[in-house]
């Protein structure tokens, strides 16, 4: 089900969706969380509620998403609610903003923001310099960004470090979670040597890639290289080398050890509505994340 409510006030929008909930029993009371969508466009918001709608089926949340418009156009807000098999396991409320309304946003968030629950922020493209700072980011208890999309994602990802604060995350870092998983196991066995240097190789603009660098330069605490070409990654020992190498738009990988056969893994890359429903599991400070961050500044670039 979807209602469009044009030229109205969050006080309306308020009073339609109790109106819903008395007459045709849609309730929030088994919502774990509200999630508030900062976007950039009317037409970026579709992408963002179709991965926020994904992701509420592990996590049902309200959903808030403020699409902003034209500055200078007269100050307006037109709003649509989601329900139903519109809106997957969430209740999305949309909110488009038209002139002043666009510096005011947290004003406009507050009453549609679930009493009791945790507040998550997601910003899928155009992450504001410091989220923790933002009128929206401040209500929040966890803070989302997407280097990827950024104008230089390189350049942006290794500015999280100077904006990061408690409940930071960013997607580029869940996006590697299958590639953390598969170098931990691989290090997990014989012959138990310390790694003498590691090469991670791949697209310049895929900051997933330096953040791993970093993880893999703030845990071993050898020289790291960072290149762009082929997508692999390569642990030296002394004895041993392992590399894990995929096409680029492959979804099988190679895990390659120094004496034994090749084995194939399936290592597709991770969808953004995955990634966001891995963020929306824990709602405390993710300490490695940071450690990833403070790691780039130990990389070599080539």
Not at 18 to 44: A, F, H, K, P, Y
Not at 62 to 83: F, H, K, P, S, W
Not at 261 to 285: G, V
Request: proline share 6%; charged share 25%; glycine share 6%.
């Amino acid at each position: 089900m979807i209602i469009d409510i044009p030229h109205t006030t969050t006080g309306e929008v308020t009073k339609r969706i109790v109106q819903l909930r008395e007459s045709n029993g849609v309730i929030t009371m088994m919502r774990v969380l509200t999630l508030v969508v900062c976007t950039l466009d009317s037409s970026e918001a579709e992408d963002a509620i179709d991965a926020a709608n994904d992701a509420s089926r592990e996590h049902p949340c309200r959903v808030v998403v403020l699409a902003r418009g034209d500055r200078d156009a007269e100050t307006r807000l037109d709003a649509q609610i989601r329900v139903g098999g519109d809106a997957g396991a969430a209740e999305v409320i949309v909110l488009r903003l038209q002139g002043e309304l666009i510096n005011h946003e947290s004003s406009v968030v507050i009453p549609f923001l679930l009493p009791d629950t945790p507040v998550v922020a997601w910003w899928p493209r155009g992450a504001p310099e410091f989220p923790s700072k933002d009128s929206v980011g401040r209500l929040a208890t966890r803070r989302i960004t997407d280097a990827t999309y950024a104008a230089d994602p390189q350049a942006a990802i290794k500015k999280r470090l100077g904006s990061y604060a408690a409940g930071d995350t960013d997607l580029a870092w869940s996006r590697i979670t299958y590639w953390r998983a598969l170098l931990a196991a691989a290090l997990d066995e014989p012959p138990f040597e310390p790694v003498e240097s590691v090469l991670v190789s791949g697209l310049r603009d895929e900051p997933a890639l330096d953040t791993l660098a970093g993880w893999l330069a703030g845990r071993l605490g050898c020289p790291v290289i960072r290149r762009s070409g082929a997508l692999r990654v390569e642990l030296h020992r002394p004895s041993v080398s392992v590399t894990i190498e995929r096409p680029q738009t492959g979804r099988t990988a190679t895990l390659t050890r120094t004496g034994d056969p090749d084995q194939r893994i399936a290592l597709a890359r991770r969808e953004t509505r995955d990634c966001l429903a891995e963020e929306l599991r824990r709602l405390d400070a993710d300490e490695i994340y940071a450690e990833a961050l403070a790691g780039i500044e130990k990389v070599t670039y080539e």
